[in-house]
């Protein structure tokens, strides 16, 4: 009986939880421009205001290329970070790691009000490349944390018979290493990728005047009404945020099995 309990209470919250984005998906697809049931038909014609609306399509843009950056300087530094704390002994090895894992520790809003002031007593304005830095900052613990998961359970054996067999240390990594590490590697790409494109806490407080993002895109646009796009712009960000890791898990799954056999 008490497991019963437990089940229908998990039930009942995930419903509570997921009822929302269900609802926002469903009105996407209204033909009316009221959000509200019942439903006066099933229409695409939000969709394609959507691609017609060029404020949305810069957001987009910016969003994507924000989010690709992110991920290749945080995927680049997080796998050398995770390289120096587990293959090699380096003084405060514990100090250190503590400190590149701190930003997930930290509230996100205490991030981006202190480097903001930060950066104002160094007299930098705000600019895109501030915005970057921000998120790398925001997204560099999650690629650690994978990759030292996945470096961890790798054997030193394999880099260690490459060496004894004439191979440089950087043909080691790229031919050995680098290799076992792909599947965390473009796990950990797409963490950040998706923290990046999702952000909006930081992002408000890091942007520079007249750049936008497709979260604060919408935040912008909630601000006047509740236009039906905002319903299909959620719909997107659901289907890319939701898409994209359960694509990346599948790939860096096949990956494990191939390096495996």
Same mark, same amino acid.
């Given at each position: 009986?008490?497991?019963?309990?437990?089940?229908?209470?998990?039930?009942? =919250?995930? /419903?509570?939880?997921?009822? $929302?984005?269900?609802?926002?998906?469903?009105?996407?697809?209204?033909?009316?421009?009221?959000?509200?049931? +019942?439903?006066?038909?099933?229409?695409?014609?939000?969709?394609?205001?959507?691609?017609?609306?060029?404020a949305i399509l810069r957001a987009f843009r910016?969003?994507? =290329?924000?989010? /690709?950056?992110?991920?290749? %300087?945080?995927?680049?530094l997080g796998v050398l970070a995770s390289l120096?704390?587990?293959?090699?002994?380096?003084?405060?090895?514990?100090?250190?790691?503590?400190?590149?894992?701190?930003?997930?520790?930290?509230?996100?809003?205490?991030?981006? =009000?202190?480097?903001?002031?930060?950066?104002?007593?160094?007299? %930098?304005?705000?600019?895109?490349?501030?915005?970057?830095?921000?998120?790398?900052?925001?997204?560099?613990?999650?690629?650690?944390?994978?990759?030292?998961?996945?470096?961890?359970?790798?054997?030193?054996?394999?880099?260690?018979?490459?060496?004894?067999?004439?191979?440089?240390?950087?043909?080691?990594?790229?031919?050995?290493?680098? $290799?076992?590490?792909? +599947?965390?590697?473009?796990?950990?790409?797409?963490?950040?990728?998706?923290?990046?494109?999702?952000? /909006?806490?930081?992002?408000?407080?890091?942007? +520079?005047?007249? =750049?936008?993002?497709? $979260?604060?895109?919408?935040?912008?646009?909630?601000?006047?009404?509740?236009?039906?796009?905002?319903?299909?712009?959620?719909?997107?960000m659901i289907l890319l945020t939701v898409g994209? +890791?359960?694509?990346?898990?599948? %790939?860096?799954?096949?990956?494990?099995?191939?390096?495996?056999?």
């Amino acid at each position: 009986m008490g497991w019963k309990l437990i089940r229908g209470w998990t039930v009942a =919250v995930y /419903i509570f939880m997921f009822l $929302p984005v269900a609802v926002v998906l469903l009105l996407s697809f209204n033909a009316s421009q009221f959000g509200n049931f +019942p439903m006066t038909g099933v229409s695409l014609r939000w969709f394609v205001e959507l691609a017609n609306n060029d404020a949305i399509l810069r957001a987009f843009r910016t969003s994507f =290329v924000l989010g /690709i950056l992110t991920a290749l %300087i945080s995927t680049t530094l997080g796998v050398l970070a995770s390289l120096a704390l587990v293959r090699y002994w380096i003084p405060g090895r514990n100090l250190v790691s503590t400190l590149l894992i701190a930003p997930i520790l930290v509230p996100e809003v205490v991030l981006a =009000v202190a480097l903001l002031l930060f950066l104002n007593a160094l007299s %930098i304005n705000k600019s895109f490349a501030l915005l970057l830095m921000g998120h790398v900052i925001f997204t560099l613990p999650f690629v650690i944390l994978v990759v030292q998961a996945r470096l961890v359970g790798i054997r030193r054996d394999y880099e260690e018979a490459a060496l004894s067999l004439g191979a440089s240390p950087m043909e080691t990594f790229f031919r050995v290493t680098l $290799p076992l590490l792909a +599947p965390a590697v473009f796990a950990g790409m797409l963490f950040a990728f998706t923290i990046s494109f999702d952000d /909006i806490t930081g992002t408000l407080f890091w942007k +520079p005047g007249g =750049v936008e993002t497709v $979260p604060t895109q919408i935040f912008a646009m909630l601000r006047n009404s509740i236009s039906p796009e905002i319903n299909a712009l959620g719909t997107v960000m659901i289907l890319l945020t939701v898409g994209l +890791p359960l694509v990346g898990l599948a %790939i860096a799954r096949r990956l494990a099995t191939q390096r495996g056999r």
